[in-house]
Structure formats: structure tokens, C-alpha cells
């Protein structure tokens, strides 16, 4: 039987209907699959709390208990250096971590909130001046972040004791931890490319190649290793790919965006991945969630550059960086009680 021919008139009133559907909506932004395309439902309803007012903010992480948010800020009235801050978010009281005279990144809480692991540019800067100051001498084509020298550490909160755990020539961050046995896997910039390295907490400066394919960077996984996620850029550094493990093997996700997606984090609970994309507009981030397996993918934001995505442990609320009141701040969504992709856990084979 041959299919019914439709009306202009149908067509004007569907149109219509999903306008009008895409402005009453109260939910993220969500994407189905339409054949080899994925296609939005228009949503821009952000509804968020700014918990920063000052300098340049980056890189929330929160506290086993949810009740404690820790990040960088940059560009202070008493400080041009990234330090370290930790906010309280019951008593809304900041206080500075880090006094040192050179940039900080990328922490977050390990040994039950007790240490921070973080990079700095300390003890680099001072020991390797001219590497330093010409720190992408090798021509390295790749974002800015990786051009920084730095190191990683732990840091007692309690104590206040310091332990520099890596003491190599060149950029070595974006640590994954694992709690069982304290391993770290790491990106590191070797020469002009970007290498995950291994190493154990437990003996400090001993590191080797987790992986000998270069691009690859930005690690995070399940504690028990068996789902993992990182990122692998293009020769240009102008696109990356979402790469994941299943049991049955490697995977890349999303290949329908051409684009670069970065700052995977992975909640092994809701078996969903946190990442930003420059997407739909290529020259700035949104914040995205999608199901390990390729499904329901979500935008979370709209206005401005939003980047480093990260959820609370009692699945409370999203936190990331955005400059849309014109310098990056750290803000936070509340999460819904039923989020998306938390109906669809499946066993992947």
C-alpha cells in the first residue's frame, strides 16, 4: 500500500507543535538517533547557582561526602597563579589550600578526602628554568594546558605534608585515581605528543607507559578497571574522539560529531559519562552526558564556554566552569531525582 500523502497543513501544524514543545520544556536537552544523525529537541532552560564570584575558576571536584567542593582560581586580586580553594557548601566559607608561586591543577579529594592529588608547576619551574620558559620548544601543536611543566602531588589536609610524586621534564597531569591500590594513570606530554602513564602513590617517581599510542589523554574509569573512558586527539589536535572500553573491547563514541570533546568524567553508578564538546556552536563548549553504551545523549548547558563537568557523589548536583558572567566561574545544577540514561543501565557486551 502506498504511503498517505500529508498536507502542507500537517506539516505547518507539526512544525508548530515542536516549537512550542521545545519552549514549554523544563528538562535538558536531549538527542535521539534519526538514521546516522543525531538530532536536538531544542532546550535552553538553565537553572544554576554561582558559587564563585572571583578571578579565573576551573576544575570543580567534590568531597566523598558531597558536602565540600574543591577547584582552582586564577587571576586574584592577591594571587595571578592558579591556586588551589576548597568551598564549604553548607557554610558557603572558602578557604585557600595552596600557597605557591606557580600554577596549580586539576585537583581532587583521594584517601577519603583526607589528601588532594593535584598538578603544580612548583618545583618545575624553579629546578628547569629554561625548559620553562620556552616550555613548547618541541612545537607541540596541541591545547595550552599541555605547553605548562608540571608535576603531580599529594597534599595532606590534615598534616599539611607534601609529596611530589612524578620528576619528569614536561607536562604530567590530569591523574586518575584508584582507591583500592593507589595506582595513577596520568597524561603526559612527551616531546611534541601525549602519552597515558602508570604509576603506584606508594613509590613515588617510578612511572611507565600504560599506553604507547600517542593522542591519548584524560583517563577515567570504574575502580574496578573493567569500563574506562579517555580521550585521543587527531594529528592536529582540531578533534578528539571519545574512546571507551567495553568487555567485548574498544569503542569510539559518538563518531557523529566531528568536534572536540574533552574533561570525561565517569560515574560508574549511573554508568554514564560527564564530558564537554564544542557543539553545536564549534567555537565554544557545552556540558554533555551520554550512557556508556552510545545512548541518550544530553545537553546540559547553553550560554557561554562551559567546560570540566563533574557530579556529587550523592548525585545531588552537576558542577562545572563557565564564563558566562564574563570570567570563569564554577556553577552548579541541581540533578535530577530521575536523570537521563539512569532508566537505561545495561550490561555491556
Request: charged residues 25%; aromatic residues 12%; contains cysteine.
Amino acid at each position: 500500500m502506498a504511503p498517505r500523502k500529508r498536507s502542507l497543513k500537517f506539516y505547518l501544524f507539526a512544525a508548530l507543535t515542536l516549537a512550542l514543545a521545545g519552549v514549554q520544556c523544563s528538562s535538558p536537552q536531549k538527542w535521539t538517533r534519526s538514521g546516522q544523525v543525531l538530532v536536538p529537541q531544542v532546550e535552553l532552560n538553565e537553572e544554576l547557582t554561582q558559587v564563585t564570584q572571583v578571578g579565573d575558576n576551573h576544575s570543580p571536584r567534590f568531597s566523598p561526602d558531597s558536602q565540600k567542593l574543591v577547584y582552582t582560581i586564577g587571576d586574584r586580586p592577591f594571587h595571578s597563579y592558579s591556586q588551589i580553594y576548597e568551598l564549604n557548601l553548607k557554610t558557603q566559607k572558602e578557604q585557600r589550600l595552596t600557597f605557591q608561586g606557580a600554577d596549580n591543577q586539576d585537583p581532587q579529594y583521594v584517601r577519603d578526602g583526607k589528601w588532594l592529588l593535584y598538578s603544580s608547576a612548583t618545583d618545575e619551574t624553579k629546578e628547569r628554568p629554561l625548559l620553562s620558559k620556552d616550555a613548547n620548544k618541541d612545537n607541540f601543536q596541541g591545547p595550552e594546558k599541555y605547553k605548562k611543566p608540571m608535576e603531580i602531588y599529594l597534599h595532606n589536609l590534615e598534616k599539611f605534608e607534601v609529596i611530589r610524586l612524578t620528576a619528569l621534564p614536561g607536562f604530567d597531569g590530569e591523574a586518575f585515581w584508584y582507591d583500592k591500590n593507589e595506582g595513577i594513570i596520568f597524561t603526559r606530554r612527551k616531546n611534541n605528543q601525549l602519552f597515558l602513564y602508570s604509576m603506584n602513590a606508594r613509590r613515588p617517581k617510578i612511572v611507565r607507559p600504560y599506553s604507547r599510542i600517542p593522542g591519548n589523554s584524560q583517563w577515567s574509569s570504574s575502580q574496578d578497571v573493567k569500563s574506562h573512558v579517555w580521550i585521543h586527539w587527531s594529528d592536529t589536535y582540531e578533534t578528539s574522539e571519545l574512546k571507551v572500553k567495553w568487555p567485548s573491547g574498544y569503542v569510539t563514541l559518538l563518531p557523529d560529531f566531528d568536534r572536540i570533546k574533552k574533561d570525561p568524567y565517569y560515574d560508574e553508578e549511573l554508568n554514564v559519562i560527564f564530558f564537554s564538546m564544542n557543539h553545536p556552536d564549534p567555537k565554544k563548549f557545552n556540558v554533555f552526558s551520554v550512557h556508556m553504551d552510545g545512548a541518550c545523549l544530553t545537553q546540559w548547558t547553553s550560554q557561554g564556554d562551559n567546560v570540566e563537568p563533574t557530579l556529587s557523589p550523592d548525585k545531588t548536583h552537576l558542577a562545572f566552569s563557565s564564563n558566562r558572567s564574563g570570567s570563569y566561574q564554577i556553577y552548579l545544577k541541581d540533578w535530577p531525582k530521575t536523570p537521563p540514561c539512569a532508566l537505561f543501565k545495561k550490561d555491556l557486551k
